[in-house]
């Protein structure tokens, strides 16, 4: 077994017993090199670390002066670049950095910074401009309306073309487009014109443009809401931004892709830039679509770019009224009204003019919170209520879950015409299944600012029609005349992710007056009876 064992030892390189010369000099030599090797290690870290230099240090030049061309921009980068270097180290300073200085480059949106391209027609100019009057100003903003010819003169000699009117943009006629092919036998040509808007519109070398938005002389911006919807997006980047139509089938005829003139889109002045060098041979290779709109969702492809979808912008491809649309708005800011001229006035008893009039009230006091629908329950009385602020607020007798509430209702019909609930590109409910549940619906009539409190009250008047006979045995909202709802400005809601605001029936000391309070929903709050 010894004889083995030392064998295996030996085999396998087992050391014997007692330490030779060899041994200690191997052991010497070991030692050595592993301290050669840490101190150079030692000296090599610490030569590093004292020759590098911080993260916002750029070895060429200032970055930060490189971003912005105005003095303005320059002033922020510098002042940013300052932070930075006097304030206290963090965890992640080059990431902070990072960030601050992507932020410069952007730079904020303002009215200023956006051009309006608006879509007119000579025949339709004299009644249609009332409604670019609602919300084009002058003072803060620039626009062209495009018209397809001169506007014929007045008997006195005077021009409708309003050229000296102060409150419109200034008036352009189209650039001749008769060398285009035109082969839609249902469309009209003037499609083509349309279409070369935008690109007309970059050709007048306007200075500091973010964006071009494209519109029709019967589309009324939000133009608050339009700025905090274009805020989320970098305009040195390239940027198609629009929505759909409300008809399934007319999204389909055309494309899901396609941004609808109509209810306005937005493109980004990189994108304008690089649409105007190819447009004109683009609109050459598509003779046979019907309209404007799909010529530019075409140019767009042929650029790569896919439609980013706002439901802000709103085409309204509907007959009748739109208080079920209204009343059930997204949660999202409102940008846009278009087919004003086809459907119903969008407050009773008045002109469509004079309705938006009505309208432009709550959009100055709140524009972030117009038609954003909060849901909550009078509990005692059994109701459902729907505030739709600064437009309307329904009563349902019994309890409806807010699922089926934030549903549009059918007060509207197709854009053939039609009552088919399968014709929209979205979910929808009737109008009630029941007759004791058709909604007691209240106009808004009147808003104002309470400097004191820092609310805004609105008041909403019931609408008089009649109401089929219900023999529920419940209270019947029919003795409310009024309702009042308390609500603060909040201009940042659309800053935060999206979320209905909340509701909450108060006492009213008031006969015939329900009380309600809007605002933002305060921690573990939920529509809920």
């Known amino acids: 077994m010894k004889a083995n064992q030392k064998d295996v030892e030996k085999a396998m390189g087992t050391p014997k017993a007692g330490p030779g010369p060899q041994s200690k000099t191997s052991s010497k030599f070991l030692v050595w090199l592993i301290l050669f090797v840490s101190v150079t290690y030692v000296v090599y870290t610490l030569k590093l670390v004292s020759t590098s230099r911080a993260c916002h240090d750029e070895p060429f030049s200032n970055p930060h002066r490189q971003i912005s061309s105005s003095s303005e921009e320059e002033e922020v980068s510098v002042s940013v670049t300052s932070s930075i270097s006097t304030s206290s180290s963090s965890s992640s300073p080059l ?249 119903e006035p969008i407050f009773p008893n008045v002109t469509r003019v004079q309705a938006l009039q009505r309208l432009t009230i709550p959009m100055k006091l709140d524009s972030a919170g117009l038609m954003q629908q909060s849901i909550c329950y009078a509990k005692s009385m059994r109701w459902t209520v729907s505030v739709s602020w600064g437009f309307t607020v329904q009563i349902f007798r019994g309890v409806f879950s807010p699922r089926e509430i934030e549903m549009p209702s059918r007060t509207f019909l197709n854009w053939y015409k039609k009552a088919d609930y399968t014709a929209y590109a979205f979910n929808t409910r009737p109008v009630y299944r029941n007759p004791c549940q058709k909604p007691f619906v209240f106009y808004m009539s009147n808003a104002r600012l309470n400097s004191s409190t820092d609310q805004t009250v609105s008041e909403y008047v019931r609408h008089r029609v009649p109401h089929p006979p219900c023999k529920w045995k419940m209270a019947d909202p029919a003795k409310l005349n009024r309702v009042e709802v308390y609500k603060k400005p909040d201009p940042h809601l659309w800053d935060r992710s999206p979320r209905r605001n909340c509701c909450k029936v108060m006492d009213s000391g008031k006969k015939g007056t329900m009380v309600i309070n809007v605002g933002a929903c305060s921690e573990g709050e939920i529509s809920e009876v």
């Open 95 to 343: 990431i902070r950095d990072q960030d601050l200085t992507v932020e410069v480059r952007r730079g904020r949106t303002e009215l200023k910074n956006v051009v309006f391209g608006i879509a007119a027609s000579a025949k339709l100019w004299e009644k249609r401009k009332e409604y670019i009057k609602l919300w084009f100003k002058p003072k803060e903003m620039r626009g062209i309306v495009w018209l397809d010819q001169t506007v014929k003169k007045k008997s006195d000699g005077e021009e409708e073309g309003d050229q000296e009117d102060k409150n419109l943009p200034p008036v352009m006629i189209s650039g001749d487009t008769s060398r285009f092919s035109y082969k839609n036998r249902q469309g009209h040509r003037s499609a083509i014109r349309i279409s070369r808007i935008v690109s007309e519109t970059l050709r007048l070398g306007l200075e500091d443009v973010h964006w071009f938005v494209m519109g029709d002389d019967d589309t009324v911006f939000i133009t608050e809401n339009l700025i905090r919807v274009l805020n989320k997006y970098d305009h040195n980047q390239f940027y198609y931004i629009g929505s759909l139509s409300e008809s399934h089938l007319q999204n389909i005829f055309f494309s899901y892709g396609m941004a609808y003139g109509g209810g306005g889109f937005a493109i980004s002045y990189p994108l304008a830039k690089a649409l105007e060098k190819m447009q004109d041979q683009c609109i050459q290779r598509y003779p046979g679509l019907y309209g404007s709109d799909d010529r530019m969702q075409a140019c767009m492809a042929e650029l790569g770019v896919p439609l980013t979808k706002e439901v802000g912008f709103h085409q309204y491809d509907v007959y009748g009224n739109l208080l079920g649309l209204l009343a059930a708005h997204p949660v999202a800011p409102l940008v846009s009204l278009h087919h004003l001229d086809v459907v």
